[in-house]
């Protein structure tokens, strides 16, 4: 199995419709995903998704990011959603962090979580981070392996006042983390 992230272009909307239709409605949409099930079409999306990439264009209250899907490379198949962060605001640096995800509910556990994290840390160099916050639910054990398993390092738990949940944050030091690169 080898997946590419790839920052979503016209070409994928099909393949992310289909990852898109997965998810049941929630509160909290598909994470890592800047808000799919909220657009009003695929095309609106991906037009928001280029805008966020920069500082001058990002939505009000946001931070610039980088949005990628995770794709199958032998099928084409959207199997993940990445947002990579490039700045922590304060909800972010308490609650979110620089990177969220999610993975097809077809295709889990199957090792993409902690693939598409390796390869989102490539990105963290690039951008000028040296260490990457990343935080999941304190029930959420799959994704704390999968953060675990990239060089995450445990802080502390803290209470997302927005939902309630109970959320662990994670540190990855980069010049600790090299060999994953």
Request: hydrophobic residues 35%.
């Amino acid at each position: 199995m080898t997946i590419e992230l790839i920052i979503p272009t016209k070409e994928h909307i099909p393949a992310i419709e289909a990852f898109r239709d997965l998810f049941p409605e929630s509160p909290n949409g598909i994470h890592g995903s800047s808000q799919l099930v909220k657009a009003e079409s695929l095309e609106l999306w991906l037009d928001q998704v280029e805008k966020d990439r920069y500082e001058e264009t990002v939505q009000k209250g946001w931070v610039h990011t980088e949005q990628y899907v995770a794709v199958d490379s032998r099928t084409g198949e959207v199997v993940g959603m990445l947002n990579f962060r490039r700045a922590l605001n304060e909800y972010l640096y308490n609650y979110a962090g620089h990177i969220g995800y999610s993975i097809s509910s077809l295709r889990r556990r199957e090792g993409l979580g902690s693939e598409m994290l390796r390869l989102a840390l490539r990105d963290a160099e690039k951008f000028g981070i040296e260490r990457v916050l990343i935080t999941c639910t304190d029930d959420n054990l799959g994704s704390a392996g999968v953060i675990e398993k990239n060089g995450g390092v445990l802080e502390d738990k803290r209470v997302d006042p927005g939902d309630g949940e109970l959320t662990r944050r994670y540190w990855i030091d980069m010049k600790k983390t090299a060999a994953l690169k």
